[in-house]
Nanobody, 122 residues
Framework: VQVVESGGGLVQAGGSLRLSCAAS????????MGWYRQAPGNQRDLVAT?????????AVSVKGRFTISRDDARTTMYTYLQMNNLKPADTAVYYC???????????????WGQGTQVTVSS
């Protein structure tokens, strides 16, 4: 199983970034994909999630600025996080997550990527 994020970087306040995540190697078609973030000294918090049916959930702090989407290929699930009007408070390591259960075996899974750094300068 591989969960790989990309797209982080340094941006000025008010700017935009788009994060990408690819999850492969498992039976993920019915899983929920999500983005979480962790700033130094803080816990890992939910940013946004999207179900296999397209239902989305956002943290209050990012509503109206961030948009999550997904694209399900046959063997790889992709999720994207479009981040607009970025603020210094958005600075964190962003992690991709996929969780659910195999449609074939009902075995539950919960996988994380390695994280990608997003830094917003004021």
């Amino acid at each position: 199983v591989q969960v790989v994020e990309s797209g982080g970087g340094l941006v000025q306040a008010g700017g935009s970034l788009r994060l990408s995540c690819a999850a492969s190697g498992g039976e993920f078609s019915t899983g929920t994909m999500g983005w979480y973030r962790q700033a130094p000294g803080n816990q890992r918090d939910l940013v946004a999630t999207i179900t296999s049916g397209g239902a989305t959930e956002y943290a209050v702090s990012v509503k109206g600025r961030f948009t999550i989407s997904r694209d399900d290929a046959r063997t790889t699930m992709y999720t994207y996080l479009q981040m607009n009007n970025l603020k210094p408070a958005d600075t964190a390591v962003y992690y991709c997550n996929i969780e659910g259960s195999s449609p074939r075996t009902a075995q539950e899974y919960d996988y994380w990527g390695q994280g990608t750094q997003v830094t917003v300068s004021s």
